[in-house]
């Protein structure tokens, strides 16, 4: 999904979906959940490119990434975080 796509997903949802700061170009869709709100879901391996490009090397960003956003609860409606990698490895399991 782009980028523009996804944000205008998010302009056209009648609930507020709760962004994570600074990660725009890491936003990959809206994650919808049964009985649940809609939520903001973001590429996590371009959410560390992100903080690379701000300064953190690559294991300043990871811990960093960890601790501060995807440790960070926020209600309901906190983003998803995926590893679009983990998927293949899990597929290849089954």
């Known amino acids: ?5 996804a944000f205008k997903e998010l302009e056209d949802n009648e609930e507020s979906i709760l962004m ?3 990660f725009d170009e890491a936003l990959i869709g809206v994650g919808r959940r049964c009985g649940q ?3 903001a879901v973001y590429d996590e391996s371009r959410c560390i490119s992100i903080l690379e490009k701000q300064g953190m090397d690559h294991d300043e960003a990871v ?3 960890e601790y501060n956003v995807v440790g960070a609860w926020v209600g309901p409606q906190t983003p998803m975080f995926v590893e679009p ?3 293949m490895a899990i597929m290849q399991r089954h």
């Open 37 to 39: 709100p809609d939520i």
């Open 1 to 5: 999904m782009k980028t523009e796509t």
């Open 85 to 87: 990698s983990g998927i």
């Open 20 to 22: 994570a700061d600074g």
């Open 63 to 65: 811990e960093y990434f």
